[in-house]
């Protein structure tokens, strides 16, 4: 199997997250598949950023859900950026997409652009909410899953299973050959994030995983000779 290499927020250690700019770099960087976050606005538009308010990465303040498109669209996202919706993203590059969801609202939400345009070959949905994970494949068929997890035991594998997810997302500093192992036996994919360092990646490969989260593009490269 192929070793994927995921762009996290695009390639957000040098430019920043979840913007046009950033996705452009990763794709131009060539990693494999491209990881961004959604959130619903007040006039319910799948805006792509990371926490549910914007005040860490915007030049404002307050939360999502309690601003409409127009008024996010306001905001300086960083060197300029203005906060996309999925849908140029969709547009902005052609790489494959991990797109987190973070509740069962927005699920819905972007079941409703994923059957619209054909998106099930190009779109994994991941998130660390079972029950977000389960609604995107009941309300998409064929839709390939991921069940993060921060803090987790050999449980997030019975969790996985139990949603139909067929990849397992995983906070590097807390993976064990243990949990890799029982994923393996249940069929599941192991991504391991967020992996930065020479370390982390000489963990990945010895743990043997299916693939790497990363913000920096130089993992492309490095990770083709680590053993």
């Avoid at 192991?190 to 490969?205: A, E, K, S």
Wanted: proline letters at 3%; hydrophobic letters at 45%; a negative charge.
């Amino acid at each position: 199997m192929n070793f994927l290499t995921i762009g996290h927020r695009g390639v957000m250690g040098v430019e920043p997250e979840n913007t046009l700019r950033s996705f452009v770099a990763a794709q131009q960087a060539g990693l494999d598949v491209i990881e961004l976050d959604l959130h619903l606005s007040k006039d319910g538009a799948l805006v792509v950023m990371h926490d549910s308010d914007v005040d860490r990465t915007t030049d404002g303040t307050g939360a999502i859900a309690d601003k409409t498109l127009e008024e996010l669209r306001a905001l300086d996202a960083g060197r300029g950026e203005r906060v996309p919706v999925f849908e140029e993203v969709l547009d902005a590059v052609q790489a494959p997409l991990q797109a987190e969801i973070k509740d069962v609202q927005a699920a819905r939400a972007l079941a409703e652009v994923m059957l619209d345009r054909d998106l099930v070959p190009r779109v994994e949905v991941s998130s660390f909410h079972d029950e977000a994970v389960a609604e995107i494949a009941r309300l998409v068929p064929g839709v390939r899953t991921a069940l993060v997890g921060s803090r987790f035991g050999t449980d997030i594998v019975e969790r996985a299973v139990e949603v139909g997810a067929a990849t397992v997302c995983l906070n590097i500093r807390r993976l064990t050959l243990e949990i890799v192992e029982q994923a393996r036996k249940a069929d599941l994919r192991v991504i391991g994030w967020v992996v930065n360092t020479q370390d982390h990646l000489r963990l990945v490969r010895a743990l043997q995983l299916d693939g790497a989260t990363t913000d920096y593009p130089e993992i492309k490269r490095t990770a083709r000779f680590t053993a």
